[in-house]
């Protein structure tokens, strides 16, 4: 299994990204779906995830500004960031919940991590 994010980049205070993360090889399901962040010396923190009946929820900081969705039948996630300020600069990590066979307990998965940049 692996996760493929990508839409990082350089962005201006106030506008917008979207990023994609597909998940790509065997499995039987995929369980709830995420983004992460971790911004140079700090610790990763939960931005947003998404349960596979289509529960969200966000963190504070961003709550209002980013939409997280999914769409099951191309295996994505995708988080929608707008109104972006410098305090987002980070690396994003998507993470999936993916039971590869039936029988097996399923686990995370990570994603390689997107560059978020926004200036000031």
């Known amino acids: 299994v692996q996760l493929q994010a990508s839409g990082g980049g350089l962005v201006q205070a106030g506008g917008s990204l979207r990023l994609s993360c597909a998940a790509s090889?065997?499995?039987?399901?995929?369980?709830?779906m995420g983004w992460y962040r971790q911004a140079p010396g700090k610790e990763r923190e939960l931005v947003a995830a998404i349960t596979r009946g289509g529960t969200k929820n966000y963190a504070d900081s961003v709550e209002g500004r980013f939409t997280i969705s999914r769409v099951d039948a191309k295996n994505t996630v995708y988080l929608q960031m707008k109104s972006l300020e410098p305090e987002d600069t980070a690396v994003y990590y998507c993470n999936s919940n993916i039971r590869v066979r039936w029988g097996r307990d399923p686990r995370d998965y990570w994603g390689q991590g997107t560059l978020v940049t926004v200036s000031s």
């Open positions: 090889g065997t499995f039987v399901a995929i369980n709830a």
